[in-house]
């Protein structure tokens, strides 16, 4: 479910318009820049992303729901005017720094964001941005394209296929091959690609001013690099003892299944054993991990599959949440132009995206919906960003975007936390609820192995980027310390032992996509902080975990009034204006789960928590 991309800042790269000269060439700063200058540079800069982005967009739409040479090509294209005209205006507003305190607040609001929101910036050198635009298309669309294929050749299986063994399979061998095979086959096509991109992508960063990418995406959360990473380190201890209850427990349930063979009682988790190919959630393993057999079922997939829901009308389901807040139903042209399923015939990138191409609430989503519980969750995080963007499209291009990024993940999210048991019977999904202790443990196993499970995944991520961004870590230890970090954080290992010049970390969407993932983890907190203040607003009384705003308008009002405001306003600002307060806070999260690590607490009694530093692996059979 943490997988969906949206918003200005994916590859804030611009295009080439009244600020183009010469590659290499540098802004002209003879003379000092005046308040009128920096005016008309900001409103110029808005048409410029306006045409340009637009056109990017709807080129990379249609190469991703039809990947084809032409499609590629013409994706590689609009990319690399993008990226270069971004490298143009960032140096080109170095010259407003010295009066930004003479600037009015929307002027220079716009200048600091286009100098921070790119994640990806051109070298200035034309072939290297024309080179730099031609290893991004081509990492994302070997991806898309990635088949695991038996050794004649046959029986290939695409990405999707591979999950579902991981997902359903209980066959280690089964289980080792399917993982084995997506991380080598996608190592192998995007190492040299990565290797090449990181070169490139940090010349670009260093043309504007940044030591490198890592050093540029941390610049733009309205704090230092430094504080920021503070900050993400802060927000992890609040949460890392709850994460580490549930790793215990289920460790013991996994040994209990598999053996000492297979899962030490010591070690860490193996990342084929629990159910995603990354081990980033562990909802597939709920069946081995559930408290109390016997309540009332919660997954809704049988429930979805009996009443013959189509993809449709699973997003119609997730609309109607949105709608009976007060929001604005979806657009006509959202059901005319959206990608639900995977059309015959065609390669597409199924990770599951949200959409303005044109930005003036041409909302869309692209996925290839599958009639179960998890992408009706994920349907209602990416109509999250949909309503993000009919809320603020009238803004600047600039403002056109989360207050921060982790915002925009948030949103749908936190409307999903609503789903209780009690809403879902009232949509007709549960035939009956149980208001009982064992059925709430059952309900909170079931998100935690998303939510809870998934916070170390989302925070290493970047983590391990900003190390190769840095230098920090050599190429030819680039997937050692990827695992030294998911050992440091999840106490997760992969089925045996990795070769020196694999690269695991391009088994994952969003390296080779370079999407900055730093956003799902904030995420991941910031949309239990938005639930416990939505409900505070609707009057909800009682423990948190039982909250659902579905039909509060007072709700509704207090959510639109913060997607109004974009990122026209500093994250802590908008932040406030939903919550009360300009602090991140973790706590919301160990409130809503306060019942279940109780009882996860009890059931490790007498167990061995934690994992040792070195990882102790799995041993085959």
């Given at each position: 479910m943490k997988h969906s991309i949206s918003g200005l800042g994916l590859t804030l790269g611009l295009g080439l318009s009244s600020l183009l000269y010469a590659a290499g060439e540098t802004p002209a700063a003879s003379k000092p820049a005046t308040v009128e200058e920096a005016k008309a540079f900001v409103a110029q800069v808005d048409k410029d992303l306006r045409r340009l982005l637009v056109?990017?967009?709807?080129?990379?739409w249609a190469k991703q729901t039809n990947i084809t040479a032409e499609t590629e090509a013409a994706a590689a294209v609009a990319n690399a005017e993008y990226l270069s005209y971004s490298t143009k205006a960032i140096q080109e507003s170095?010259?407003?720094?010295?009066?930004?305190?003479?600037?009015?607040?929307?002027?220079?609001?716009?200048?600091?964001?286009?100098?921070?929101?790119?994640?990806?910036?051109?070298?200035?050198d034309k072939a290297k941005a024309e080179e730099l635009a031609r290893v991004t298309t081509t990492m994302?669309?070997?991806?898309?394209?990635?088949?695991?294929?038996?050794?004649?050749?046959?029986?290939?299986?695409?990405?999707?296929?591979?999950e579902d063994v991981i997902a359903s399979s209980k066959n280690n061998k089964e289980l080792q091959?399917?993982?084995?095979?997506?991380?080598?086959?996608?190592?192998?096509?995007?190492?040299?690609?990565?290797?090449?991109?990181?070169?490139?992508?940090?010349?670009?960063?260093?043309?504007?001013g940044f030591a490198d990418m890592g050093d540029q995406w941390r610049s733009g959360y309205d704090m230092s690099p430094a504080e920021f990473e503070k900050e993400v380190d802060r927000l992890w201890t609040q949460v890392e003892p709850l994460y580490k209850d549930l790793h215990c427990y289920a460790r013991q349930k996994l040994n209990t299944r598999y053996g000492n063979t297979l899962v030490p009682k010591k070690g860490g988790l193996p990342a084929h054993l629990v159910g995603n190919m990354w081990a980033q959630d562990w909802n597939y393993i709920y069946p081995d991990l559930q408290p109390y057999k016997g309540q009332p079922e919660v997954d809704v997939t049988p429930a979805l599959q009996k009443q013959k829901y189509t993809p449709e009308k699973m997003v119609k389901l997730a609309e109607s949440f949105f709608t009976s807040i007060g929001l604005k139903p979806l657009p006509k042209t959202f059901w005319e132009r959206s990608m639900f399923v995977k059309p015959e015939g065609k390669d597409v990138v199924c990770h599951a995206s949200a959409w303005d191409p044109e930005y003036n609430g041409d909302a869309r989503i692209k996925m290839c919906i599958k009639i179960n519980q998890e992408d009706l969750i994920t349907v209602h995080h990416e109509l999250g960003h949909n309503y993000y963007y009919l809320y603020y499209y009238d803004k600047p291009m600039l403002y056109q975007s989360g207050a921060n990024d982790g915002f925009h993940e948030a949103i749908g999210d936190a409307i999903a936390l609503s789903m209780t048991p009690d809403y879902l019977k009232k949509v007709g999904?549960?035939?009956?609820?149980?208001?009982?202790?064992?059925?709430?443990?059952?309900?909170?196993?079931?998100?935690?192995?998303?939510?809870?499970?998934?916070?170390?995944?989302?925070?290493?991520?970047?983590?391990?980027?900003?190390?190769?961004?840095?230098?920090?870590?050599?190429?030819k230890d680039w997937n050692k310390h990827w695992w030294d970090l998911r050992l440091k954080y999840q106490g997760v290992v992969p089925p045996a032992p990795r070769p020196a010049d694999a690269f695991d970390p391009g088994a994952k969407y969003h390296v080779p996509g370079n999407t900055p993932y730093m956003r799902y983890f904030l995420a991941d907190v910031l949309q239990f902080q938005f639930h416990r203040a939505l409900c505070d607003a609707a009057g909800h009384k009682g423990p948190l975990n039982t909250c659902s705003i579905y039909g509060n308008k007072a709700a509704g009002e207090k959510l639109q009034k913060m997607l109004e405001l974009g990122a026209s306003k500093p994250w802590p600002e908008a932040l406030a204006q939903i919550t009360g307060t300009n602090k991140m806070d973790a706590s919301a999260m160990i409130d809503y789960f306060a019942p279940l690590q109780s009882w996860l607490k009890e059931q490790n009694k007498g167990q061995s928590c934690g994992w040792e530093a070195a990882p102790v692996y799995a041993k085959s059979r």
């Open positions: 056109t990017q967009s709807k080129a990379d170095a010259r407003f720094l010295p009066i930004l305190d003479k600037l009015d607040a929307d002027t220079r609001r716009q200048i600091q964001l286009l100098r921070t929101s790119a994640s990806l910036v051109a070298p200035t994302d669309a070997e991806y898309g394209k990635g088949k695991v294929c038996d050794k004649q050749g046959k029986n290939c299986k695409d990405l999707g296929a591979l091959e399917a993982w084995a095979g997506w991380h080598n086959t996608m190592g192998q096509k995007i190492r040299p690609l990565y290797e090449r991109f990181v070169e490139l992508g940090n010349e670009g960063a260093r043309s504007i999904l549960l035939e009956t609820t149980a208001d009982n202790q064992k059925a709430i443990i059952n309900s909170q196993m079931q998100r935690a192995l998303d939510k809870v499970a998934f916070l170390p995944w989302g925070l290493l991520v970047d983590k391990w980027r900003w190390d190769v961004f840095s230098g920090k870590v050599a190429a």
